[in-house]
T-cell receptor, first 107, second 118 residues
Framework: AQRVTQPEKLLSVFKGAPVELKCNYSYSGSPELFWYVQYSRQRLQLLLR??SRESIKGFTADLNKGETSFHLKKPFAQEEDSAMYYCALEYGNKLVFGAGTILRVKS | SAVISQKPSRDICQRGTSLTIQCQVD?????MFWYRQQPGQSLTLIATANQGSEATYESGFVIDKFPISRPNLTFSTLTVSNMSPEDSSIYLC???????????????FGSGTRLTVV
């Protein structure tokens, strides 16, 4: 069955420190993976997708099929990065979400 | 990307009653999706709504409890029927958004409806 695991409910870092939000997936096919972000009092929005290999707001994520991972990284965290982050797997036009990780960036 | 208007944004309802949530998109879309986010939980897909056909429900969700309408390519409704406190959740609609370019593919979400059943 398709599954997305985000092992950390909360990740707290200091401003300027590196950030890595972990995401592992379980899927027998070729995965399409996304990171979504929800800032306080805002709607869920797409942060980045693996297929475009882009960097958004300094965040990157590399698909590692051997480790079935799609970790989200940023070299220097900023206070405005504080939000809830969801990893999601697409299959057959459906999205399966991980449980989410709250990122808190402290000054 | 598509812009979604969802309403109501929140409601407090009596158990046993029903609530209909509306989702309006500013462009024509083939598929619309309805999700539920229970307190402290992640998002779970309820059903996929295609225009002109019956909605497709995920395991654990049934049409009698969550009837869906899709009268045209820009609008859908989800009804939460015969509500109980366990139905207290955030309900969100979503559309696929990619303009034919796989590199730009994603899903856009409405702002959600926070439902409390008392």
């Amino acid at each position: 069955a398709q599954r997305v695991t985000q092992p950390e409910k909360l990740l707290s870092v200091f401003k300027g420190a590196p950030v890595e939000l972990k995401c592992n997936y379980s899927y027998s096919g070729s995965p399409e993976l996304f990171w979504y972000v929800q800032y306080s009092r805002q709607r869920l929005q797409l942060l980045l997708r693996h297929i475009s290999r882009e960097s958004i707001k300094g965040f990157t994520a590399d698909l590692n099929k051997g480790e079935t991972s799609f970790h989200l990284k940023k070299p220097f965290a900023q206070e405005e990065d504080s939000a809830m982050y969801y990893c999601a797997l697409e299959y057959g036009n459906k999205l399966v979400f991980g449980a989410g990780t709250i990122l808190r960036v402290k000054s | 990307s598509a812009v979604i208007s969802q309403k109501p944004s929140r409601d407090i309802c009596q158990r046993g009653t029903s609530l209909t949530i509306q989702c309006q998109v500013d462009s024509q879309v083939t598929m619309m999706f309805w999700y539920r986010q229970q307190p402290g939980q992640s998002l779970t897909l309820i059903a996929t709504a295609n225009q002109g056909s019956e909605a497709t429900y995920e395991s654990g969700f049934v049409i009698d409890k969550f009837p869906i309408s899709r009268p045209n390519l820009t609008f859908s409704t989800l009804t939460v029927s015969n509500m109980s406190p366990e139905d207290s959740s955030i309900y969100l609609c979503s559309v696929e958004d990619w303009a034919g370019d796989l590199r730009r593919k994603g899903y856009t979400f409405g702002s959600g409806t926070r439902l409390t059943v008392v």
